[in-house]
């Protein structure tokens, strides 16, 4: 066990960036997302990934982190935009980012010219990615690597503000994915079609615009209930945000 967490410690710190949400918070966005695909859709998607739940498929992107024949995907999990830009007006990455290939998954799904590995894995890429948008220290100020060189304290134990969102907050309340999701609730119908109605650099811009709230910290950086008080609602929202826009995604493609 020691030498498998030194492994992923090893992952952190070559790529840069903390593993979004963490386990329950994509497993969390998966689920949410089946739920509410259309029966066609649900039935083709569960083919391709050869009955495996989106839940279980949410983490695959960070799981390969440690295979370099992915290397290539690290820096599509997140997007740097200054304060004031656009995504347009915004210096790209020659490597991709996460605006960037959230399009151009969903563009090759929707031509359906690919092979059923390729669209497996575009799948699992978009399941992970949409999720990984919602949090927002992934759509970064280019200063801190996403909050990763914001060290902070969590409940009296070192951590980095991007770990406090990806994990520690959802993490902290001790509960298993299946019962995240029964907190977040389920919205409206008009909600859905609202959240539906939108695209992914939406939910970039949103993103961008809750990190004051983030980056809203006491001066000596010590982090434990209060700061979970103010911020748990919104983790709770951009996580149901993600998944019930994964399924718009999806039903649009497959349903």
Request: hydrophobic letters at 35%; glycine letters at 8%; charged letters at 25%.
């Amino acid at each position: 066990m020691k030498k498998l967490l030194s492994i992923f410690f090893i992952c952190f710190a070559l790529t840069g960036q903390a593993f979004a949400w963490g386990q329950n918070g994509h497993r969390a966005v998966g689920l949410v997302a089946e739920q509410h695909l259309s029966k066609k859709a649900k039935k083709k998607i569960l083919n391709l990934l050869e009955e495996n739940t989106l839940a279980e498929a949410a983490t695959w992107m960070d799981d390969i982190k440690s295979d370099h024949a992915y290397d290539h995907t690290h820096d599509w999990h997140w997007v740097t935009i200054h304060d004031g830009e656009t995504y347009d007006q915004a210096e790209k990455n020659p490597k991709g980012d996460i605006i960037g290939k959230i399009e151009e998954i969903t563009k090759a799904l929707k031509a359906g010219n690919l092979n059923k590995a390729q669209e497996q894995e575009y799948i699992k890429y978009l399941i992970h990615l949409v999720g990984d948008v919602h949090q927002p220290l992934h759509v970064g100020t280019g200063d801190d690597q996403g909050g990763n060189q914001v060290k902070v304290q969590w409940f009296y134990q070192p951590s980095n503000l991007h770990r406090v969102w990806d994990s520690d907050m959802i993490d902290g309340k001790d509960l298993s994915f299946t019962e995240i999701v029964r907190f977040l609730g389920e919205p409206k119908k008009d909600q859905v079609q609202q959240w539906q109605a939108t695209n992914v650099r939406d939910w970039a811009t949103e993103s961008m615009s809750y990190r004051p709230q983030v980056y809203n910290l006491p001066e000596d950086k010590k982090l434990s209930y209060r700061y979970s008080y103010k911020n748990f609602d919104l983790v709770e929202q951009r996580l149901l945000q993600a998944g019930i826009r994964l399924a718009g995604l999806l039903n649009e493609i497959y349903g």
